[in-house]
């Protein structure tokens, strides 16, 4: 209970935007320190966890606050490689970027590209292993 204070008033600490509305803390922080505006989109998947909000709904909501952001990505951590896959392709054209974490077996995906690219002012273009990361790699 002691990292309540912290996750409440700490803008930058991120925790997962489908906990329960109770819970302290935010799922979703914009930095606009930089040149452009970044959002940064926290969630857990669902299978194997815990009763959680579902992500999909989630992050949908949470993308109509995103407006002005030039680069959007999301950090999901999911125990499943599939449910991974799926936000992935759910995904695809909507973020910049979606990081797969929590992997127990590496999984290669350079033949399982996604059809948008994600979105157009996308500077990360070459797909990784999507157990780490999803279609990750910055050149602007």
Known sequence: KEIYDILE???????PANLHSSAPGRGLV????????????????TAFMDPLDN??????????QTDGCKFVVVDFH???????????YFLDGKVSAVFGTH????TDSYSNCY???????????????????YNVCFKY
């Open 9 to 15: 008033d700490e803008d930058y600490i991120l925790r």
């Open 30 to 45: 914009i930095y606009d320190g930089l040149k452009f505006r970044l959002c940064v989109i926290n969630l857990l998947g």
């Open 55 to 64: 992500p999909f709904d989630t992050v949908d909501r949470l993308l109509e």
């Open 78 to 88: 999911a125990e499943a490689t599939s449910e991974k896959r799926v936000m992935g």
């Open 103 to 106: 992997t127990h077996i590496q």
């Open 115 to 133: 059809p948008k690219q994600y979105k157009s002012n996308n500077p990360f273009h070459i797909h990784a292993p999507f157990t780490f990361l």
